[in-house]
């Protein structure tokens, strides 16, 4: 899977030229593997991108924080970004929603902290009785702050994946039997129960962005579009033009 990030060339249609943008990623402190697709795999790119790594931020310490105890090293990061030339800036994890508004606030290029940013918006495209439902990495983790700080209903329906699968444990860097297709087959079973629990729902976010490889086997499985962050990488890294005169 190719990710949608920074693929602007010189030139276009309509007499209007595009600057290349690059993509900074905040990343956070782990070592597991990441499949193409993934924010976090250099492969998943064919445009410009920059990567930094906040030290210490873990995913067990990152998953579900709602403090903001790891604010300050986010910041800080996001300014390195930006000092290194990222003109928009995403992140390797959904549960940093928690400081989507500090970050904006704060870096001077746009930023889009979390697919979960697609929930208000997804919601309003969807036909009359149908829902969005979203698919995390940690359902304990995923608390109605996170849902209030990217503007989505407090009675969204979610799932997580298994809490002692091996997609947990690869991403938690415990001992497991991992592997493309082990994760594959729990966020397929994830996401149907999603689905059979709340069958209203016509349309998945995934909040995890490990969960990006295997987004096309979840939206076949359920029926259902499922939607991850690079869409909103795409729309970030899509937003500077200038008019050529000839």
Do not use: K
């Not at 001992?175 to 079973?189: I, K």
């Amino acid at each position: 899977m190719r990710g949608s990030a920074a693929l602007f060339r010189r030139g276009g249609a309509g007499g209007r030229e595009r600057d290349d943008m690059t993509l900074g990623v905040l990343m956070l402190d782990t070592g597991f593997r990441r499949f193409p697709g993934d924010i976090g795999a250099p492969e998943s790119f064919s445009g410009p991108v920059i990567f930094e790594r906040v030290p210490q931020a873990t995913a067990r310490r990152i998953v579900g924080i709602a403090d903001d105890g790891f604010l300050a090293p986010f910041l800080a990061a996001g300014e390195r970004l930006v000092a290194r030339g990222a003109t928009a800036i995403t992140t390797s994890c959904g549960f940093l929603i928690a400081y989507q508004a500090a970050l904006a606030a704060h870096l001077p290029v746009p930023v889009a902290t979390s697919s979960l940013l697609l929930i208000p918006m997804l919601a309003q495209a969807l036909p009359p009785g149908r829902r969005v439902g979203v698919l995390t990495f940690s359902r304990m983790g995923l608390s109605a702050a996170h849902l209030a700080a990217s503007g989505a209903a407090a009675d969204t329906p979610v799932a997580g994946l298994p809490d002692a699968g091996v997609f947990r444990s690869a991403i938690l860097e415990e001992p497991c039997a991992d592997g493309f297709a082990a994760r594959e087959a729990e966020a397929v079973d994830a996401a149907r129960a999603l689905v059979a629990a709340a069958p209203e729902i016509g349309a998945i976010v995934l909040e995890c962005t490990n969960l990006s490889p295997h987004r096309a086997a979840i939206a076949a499985a359920t029926g259902r579009p499922a939607y991850d962050l690079w869409p909103l990488v795409g729309m970030i890294t899509q937003g500077r033009t200038r008019d050529v005169r000839c």
